[in-house]
C-alpha cells in the first residue's frame, strides 16, 4: 500500500512548467514519476493513434488512470518525497470532463497522497503548444479552473506555485514540504 504521506502531486496548468520543475527536482536527487500523459502520447503517436486526447479523450483518461495507476504501485515502497507530475486525481478529472464520470467513483478507495498539492499556475509568457500539446491556453486555463476545484473538493491543501524561475520553485516547493 502506498505511503501517502510521501507521494507529492504537481499538477496545475499545461505549460506552466511541470515537467521543468519535475527535472530540477530529480537532478536534486528527489524521486519522481513522469506524467502519465505525455508518455501515453508518445506510444500512441508510434502506434494506431486511437488513445491520443484530441482523438478520444475518454479512452485517454483510460489510459492514464491505468498508468498512473501502475507508477503509483511501483514506487509504493519509496521512502523519500516521490513527486507525481500529474497522475490518478488528473486523469480522474479528466474522464469525469470527457465521461461525465464522477471524480469520487473513478478514485474510489485509492489511498489519498500528501496533503499538499502544488499547482502552476496558467502562465502565458512561457506556455508552448507541442507535439504531445496540442491546445491552446485557454483550454489549458479551463483545465486549470477543473483540477483546482477537484483538489480542493477532494479536500487537499492546494499550493500555488509562484511564477519565478525553475530553481526557486523547486526551493519553493521543497521548503514547503519541510
Not at 524521486?31 to 486526447?53: D, H, M, N, Q, Y
Not at 482523438?55 to 513527486?83: I, K
Request: with cysteine.
Amino acid at each position: 500500500m502506498p505511503n501517502p504521506s510521501n507521494h507529492v502531486i504537481l499538477s496545475g496548468c499545461s505549460g506552466g512548467g511541470k515537467s521543468t520543475l519535475l527535472d530540477e527536482l530529480a537532478r536534486r536527487g528527489v524521486a519522481t514519476v513522469p506524467e502519465p500523459g505525455r508518455r501515453i502520447v508518445a506510444e500512441e503517436s508510434r502506434g494506431e493513434g486511437k488513445a491520443l486526447p484530441w482523438v478520444d479523450m475518454e479512452a485517454f483518461a483510460r489510459r492514464a488512470l491505468d498508468l498512473a495507476t501502475q507508477d503509483r504501485a511501483t514506487v509504493a515502497h519509496q521512502t523519500g518525497w516521490v513527486v507525481f507530475d500529474r497522475g490518478l486525481i488528473d486523469a480522474a478529472v479528466a474522464l469525469e470532463h470527457a465521461a461525465g464520470v464522477p471524480v469520487a467513483e473513478t478514485l474510489g478507495d485509492v489511498p489519498r497522497f500528501h496533503r499538499q498539492v502544488f499547482l502552476t499556475p496558467p502562465w502565458p509568457e512561457i506556455y508552448a503548444a507541442d507535439a504531445e500539446r496540442r491546445h491552446g491556453i485557454a483550454e489549458a486555463e479551463g483545465e486549470y479552473r477543473r483540477l483546482l476545484a477537484a483538489y480542493e473538493a477532494l479536500g487537499y491543501d492546494t499550493v500555488i506555485l509562484p511564477k519565478i524561475g525553475v530553481r526557486a520553485r523547486a526551493d519553493f516547493l521543497l521548503s514547503r514540504l519541510g
